[in-house]
Every structure is written in structure tokens, then in C-alpha cells.
């Protein structure tokens, strides 16, 4: 932060008019809008979020219908052909595009939220008994690789419904909690290096001397100017969780069948690919590479556009 | 560097230990009775209780954590409740897999991802610098489970007998068909890891190319293929080095996922067949296993840092580390 205030000062790019008067957003949306590499990052994601939404509503048959027409190839009936029960891949593949943007929307919300609060107050109270306890437990977490963790995780909390009061858990949102446990230490350490960066600032001292709240603190003064490294970070683990996701529904321990998506779609096509049924994998395997690239050009052209020291390129 | 090697092994046993409690809190959390799995479904519940005492599950949680902690001390990691085997045993039977294919996939990484990286660089916003950074991007895209369902779909459908698809041949029967069953594996795990090490290797082979030393290498008249495979290529390597420890714990949970795309009986397929059967031992003996390997190897990342780089290693001996 205090690089790119001497940057600024130092005037080694000189700032356009044009964009001195747009908000945060509408800047950074231009700087995205210039590149072509992240504007095909943009577009993949706007086609898989519309996918999710309306996908559902143009499915050409019931995802969970089972037909006599087993294994069938591509057809104008079928586009995508069908499955060992007969079923239609993509009417499945239309309605698993919802479930995996769904678990990984949900879990990084998830992990963004309760990793920037625990690594924001740690970041506060740094050096005290609660930031050692907040970031040796997040080091707990991270001495898991991420796919042995998520499976166990997702396989405690695998039965098929677990109720809490009026909330009903299914496989989906149970897969989508286990990967926003496993994504929440990566917030909580760039959150709290973040806040460890600012509090050293005088808006920060003016704030406290003026008796401002931790809750004033931590959300009217240190989130505005630490948003911009989570959000980058949000992205990329987007990409991590949809590819989490995939692998643990693979592996028959994320979200359960009926329910389809990208990663138990997937788990279906590897008994059935030695036979030569290659139409089970492409639309899952797409989607997953779609996703995964998609959020990380994104990841990579909002680090460009947030960071001020990049004027131009 | 003995100093920095017992710091970093004193700060990983209280993780370590944590590591263990959550396991077990965890295992023991999930739904489903092992007791009731060993005993068969239609046991009674007197057989049911018989055999929940024998395995001990009728203790409470923290008596059977300092018991097992207690054996653990002395390299004990219990008994699998399902074959009776010592959970040693069965793990030092499927590491060799996991491992064979793992260490293979690291060699395939740095063999294609560091001189790719390096022919980028050098030929830096050129067809080759561009066709080598949309192929890593596409490689980094692609779950390695994905490449190797393709994998399968390619040598066992459209060009079959060319390589094994399936199943596990020990390097100690056969070497040549060890190296070709872990063939495929290993490079599925291997082809999403290559796009990160070419990629790294190229912005941090440009950045040094671009530091002043270089620049006067040349004006020393240094020749250029000096400069770049013995002053660029050691201090371009160091970020390289780093990634290559986090890759190496990827490798770990990827092999748990690639040994079911393969059918190869590893750590990783033990583990997820210890969820299935809630066989606690084993689950939680792999997973402190895996926990373990994860701390040693960035240990070691941290001593070749040192050894590569001589100021860091300076600095831990004068304690400023």
C-alpha cells in the first residue's frame, strides 16, 4: 500500500482523466474490459453463471429420468447421448453446471467471509493469545492437502440429509461446507497480513484515537483498502473449489446421485470410457475446464486491475 | 543449518499433534458404527457390543486418543479393524505405489516444466514464448482426474495395448512393466503441475535476466549461455524450488484421486476405502502419515532454499531467520 502511494506520487505512468471519476468498480471494470485474455475469462464465467441460472429451464429432458435407451452416442434426440440408465447427459450436464457453481460460489462466500473475519482480528490483535490460536489452527487445516482433507470432511457429513433446526443439508450443501473450511485459512493469512500491513497507518491511529469500535475498525476502515488482494484471492480459489469439488464427487464422497454433477458425472464416464463412450466425458470434462480457467484469468487480469502500481501494460 | 532443521521440526509437532486430535475427533464424528460394520448388519446387539469392546470403542473419546497417541509414540499406529493387520504394515505395502508414480510425476514436472520455461523466456513474446503460455494455462485448467479419465478413454478405447491403463505392477517383478503401468498416472498428475513450474520458471528466469549482475556478466563479456545456465537458471530456480515443495503435497492428494482413475492400489486408495468401511486406524494412520510427509518435504524445500541461496542460509545461522 505504501509502494503504490509513493508510485502515485512519483507519477511513473501519468493517470488518465477518464478514469479519475469512475468508482472502484467501474474502473476496474474498464482495465479488465482492455484485455482480450481477460475478457474471454469474463465471458466464460457469464456463460457458465447462465448456464446455471437457465440451464434448467431449456433442459431437454428430466435429468433423472431413466430411459430404456441406454449408452446411446450423440444424437439429435439426445445431443450429448445418454448414460448407463438411459439418462440424458446434457439435460444432467445442464442441471450439474447449477450444483457445481453452486458448491463453489457457496463454499468460497464461505471461506472469504469467515477466513477475512478470523484473519482481520488476528491481524488486530496480533502477537495475542487469540491470533495465535486463530492462525496455528489455520495451519492445522493446512497441513492437510486439500484432497484428503475435503473427502474426510465430506465424508463425516455424508449421509444423505442432515437437519438443523428448519435447514435441511443435502449432499450438495454439505460438499460445498467442507470446501469452504478447507478455503478458509488462504483468506485468513492474506486478511490478516493485510490488516498487519495497515494498522501501522495513521487513518488507523486517527480511527482509534477518535474511539472508533474494532467493528468500526474492521469494516469502515481496514476492509475498504484490504478488499482488493481477497478479491483477487476469491477468484483463484474459485478455481480450486470447482476442481475440488469435481474430484471429491469423483471419488463417490461429495454430491450424491441423483443429484448430477460435473465431478459424479464424471465418476459414471470412467467405467464406461474403456468401452469407448467418450460423449459421458466431454460436457463434464468441458465444464471443468472451463470453470477452472475461466476464474483464473479472471484471478489473474483483477490483479492487474486492482493493483494501482499497474497503470498499463 | 542443524539449528534451522530443529527449529522447524520443534514448531511441526504441535501441528502435528493437532493434526492427529482433529483426525480423530473427525473420524469419529462421521455417521456410521464400526462396530456395527465388523459385526455384520444383522449381528445382534449383544455381537455388536462384544465387538465394540474388543476394538476398544466403548472407551471414552479422550481415553482412547491418549491410548493410541500412547502406541503412536512408539512408531505404533495400531491395527486395522477390518483385516486385523498392523496399520504399519499396510501403509509400508501401499507407499511404494503412491510413491513410485508421485516421484516419477515430480521428475516428468521439472524434465518438461523448467526447459519449457526457460524457452519461453528466452524467446519471450515469440510464437514459442506464446504457444508454451496458452498450453500451461490450459494444463493449470485441467484437473489432473480429468486428463487421466482422457488418458484412459485414449489408450484403452482408441489406441489399446500401446500402455496399461489399469492395475499396478510391483518395480521388484517386473521393472519395465512397474515403469510402464505407473506411466499414465504419473504423467495425468504430472501435466497440470508442468503448466505451474513453466510458468513460474519464466517470469522468475525474466526477472533475473532483467537484474544488473547479468548486465554485467555480459558487459564482462561473459558468454550468453554461461549466463544464462550458471548465474540466471541457480537464483531463477529459487522460486521454483518453493513451488516444488507445495507441488510435492499436491502430488500426495492427487495420487488420491488418480490411484481411482487407474485402479492402482495405493495410499490413496487405502485411505478412501478406509472411509467407506470406517476402518478409524487406517484413516487416521494414513492421514498422519500424509500430515507427516507434507512437513518433512517442505523441510527439506527449506534446506535446498538454503543451500541454493547462501544469504538465507547466513541468515538463520545468525539468527535473524
Not at chain 2, 464424528?29 to 444383522?42: F, I, K, N
Not at chain 2, 521388484?172 to 513453466?198: C, E, F, N, Y
Not at chain 2, 510458468?199 to 544488473?212: A, D, G, W, Y
Request: with cysteine.
Amino acid at each position: 500500500m505504501s509502494q503504490a502511494k509513493a508510485d502515485t506520487t512519483r507519477g511513473s505512468a501519468p493517470p488518465t482523466v477518464e478514469l479519475v471519476s469512475r468508482s472502484l468498480g467501474a474502473q476496474v471494470f474498464f482495465r479488465l474490459a482492455r484485455q482480450p485474455v481477460s475478457m474471454f475469462g469474463m465471458a466464460g464465467v457469464l456463460l457458465l453463471v447462465s448456464i446455471a441460472l437457465l440451464g434448467p429451464l431449456v433442459a431437454p429432458y428430466d435429468p433423472a429420468a431413466l430411459s430404456p435407451e441406454r449408452l446411446r452416442p450423440p444424437s439429435t434426440a439426445h445431443l450429448m447421448g445418454t448414460e448407463n440408465f438411459g439418462r440424458d447427459v446434457f439435460s444432467r450436464f445442464l442441471f450439474g453446471t447449477r450444483v457445481s457453481m453452486f458448491v463453489g460460489l457457496g463454499a468460497v462466500a464461505l471461506g472469504l467471509t469467515a477466513g477475512t473475519l478470523l484473519g482481520m482480528t488476528a491481524g488486530l490483535r496480533a502477537g495475542r493469545v487469540w491470533d495465535t490460536l486463530i492462525m496455528r489452527g489455520m495451519d492445522v487445516v493446512l497441513a492437510f492437502p486439500l484432497l484428503v482433507l475435503v473427502p474426510v470432511l465430506a465424508g463425516i457429513l455424508q449421509t444423505k440429509t442432515i437437519q438443523i433446526g428448519p435447514l435441511g443439508l443435502n449432499s450438495i450443501a454439505l460438499v460445498g461446507l467442507a470446501i469452504g473450511v478447507v478455503s478458509t485459512p488462504v483468506f485468513a493469512r492474506v486478511a490478516r497480513a493485510s490488516v498487519l500491513a495497515e494498522v501501522r497507518e495513521d487513518y488507523i491511529m486517527a480511527a482509534r484515537s477518535f474511539g472508533a469500535g474494532t467493528g468500526d475498525l474492521l469494516f469502515g476502515n481496514l476492509w475498504p483498502n484490504i478488499q482488493a488482494p481477497l478479491i483477487v484471492q476469491a477468484a483463484f480459489s474459485l478455481a480450486i473449489a470447482i476442481a475440488a469439488e469435481a474430484a471429491v464427487s469423483f471419488l463417490g464422497l461429495g454430491v450424491q446421485p441423483p443429484d448430477s454433477s460435473w465431478g459424479n458425472m464424471l465418476a459414471d464416464a470412467r467405467r464406461f470410457v474403456i468401452s469407448g463412450a467418450w460423449w459421458l466425458v466431454v460436457c463434464p470434462a468441458a465444464g471443468i475446464a472451463l470453470a477452472v480457467l475461466s476464474f483464473n484469468l479472471l484471478g489473474d487480469a483483477l490483479r492487474d486491475a486492482l493493483d494501482p502500481r499497474v497503470e498499463r501494460r | 543449518m542443524l539449528r534451522l532443521i530443529l527449529s522447524r521440526l520443534a514448531l511441526a509437532v504441535p501441528v502435528l499433534v493437532c493434526v492427529s486430535i482433529v483426525a480423530f475427533i473427525l473420524l469419529r464424528l462421521a455417521p456410521g458404527d464400526p462396530a456395527q460394520l465388523q459385526a455384520g448388519l444383522e449381528a445382534s446387539p449383544d455381537v455388536v457390543a462384544a465387538v465394540r469392546h474388543e476394538l476398544a470403542l466403548d472407551q471414552p473419546w479422550p481415553v482412547q486418543y491418549l491410548t493410541w497417541a500412547g502406541r503412536v509414540i512408539h512408531g505404533d499406529l495400531g491395527v486395522s479393524y477390518s483385516t486385523r493387520q498392523p496399520v504399519t504394515l499396510l501403509i509400508g505395502q501401499r507407499l511404494p505405489v503412491t510413491a513410485q508414480i508421485s516421484i516419477t510425476a515430480l521428475i516428468l514436472i521439472v524434465a518438461i516444466g523448467v526447459p519449457l520455461g526457460i524457452l519461453s523466456a528466452l524467446h519471450k513474446d515469440r510464437v514459442i514464448d506464446q504457444t508454451v503460455r496458452v498450453v500451461s494455462l490450459f494444463g493449470i485448467s485441467v484437473p489432473n482426474f480429468v486428463i487421466g479419465i482422457v488418458l484412459v478413454l485414449l489408450f484403452g478405447w482408441y489406441f489399446p495395448g500401446i500402455m496399461p491403463y489399469e492395475g499396478f505392477v510391483p518395480l521388484g517383478t517386473d521393472a519395465l512393466a512397474s515403469l510402464k503401468t505407473t506411466a499414465l498416472p504419473s504423467l495425468a498428475l504430472a501435466l497440470a503441475q508442468v503448466g505451474i513450474v513453466a510458468r513460474l520458471t519464466r517470469s522468475s528466469m525474466l526477472e533475473v535476466i532483467n537484474q544488473e549482475y547479468i548486465t554485467a556478466a555480459r558487459a564482462f563479456g561473459v558468454s550468453e549461455r554461461e549466463i544464462i545456465w550458471r548465474d540466471a537458471l541457480r537464483n531463477a530456480m529459487l522460486p521454483v524450488l518453493t513451488v516444488l515443495g507445495i507441488i510435492a503435497g499436491f502430488l500426495l492428494g492427487g495420487s488420491v484421486v488418480i490411484e481411482s482413475v487407474f485402479g492402482v492400489a495405493g495410499l490413496g486408495r487405502l485411505l478412501i476405502e478406509s472411509f467407506a468401511s470406517r476402518d478409524y486406524p487406517i484413516a487416521i494412520g494414513v492421514m498422519l502419515f500424509i500430515a507427516v510427509v507434507f512437513v518433512v518435504v517442505n523441510l527439506i524445500v527449506d534446506v535446498l532454499y538454503g543451500v541454493i541461496n547462501p544469504r538465507i542460509r547466513s541468515g538463520y545461522e545468525s539468527g535473524e531467520g
